[in-house]
């Protein structure tokens, strides 16, 4: 079974964000929900629901994986050998 580590995902959508030289409130604004809710995301508290994230995939021109890191190359789980 695949978990998702929120905290990776949102330093993904962070970076992300950084990068395309948005701020948290007009992302928040973008996505429709408020800056307190993006930064719980941010700060791996808090997940968006598939369709916020292929909204953010759209805006920040990515693939789902970029913003969905589940394991860096060298990590190795049992389950996957």
Sequence with gaps: MIKLDHKRMGL?????????????????????????????????????SLKLLLTLRNIFECSLDELVVEDTPDEKHPEHE
């Design 12 to 48: 993904e959508i962070k970076v992300h964000r950084i990068r395309k030289g948005i701020t948290q409130r007009e992302l928040a604004d973008i996505l429709g929900i408020s800056q307190a809710h993006l930064c719980n995301v941010e700060n791996g508290r808090l997940s968006l």
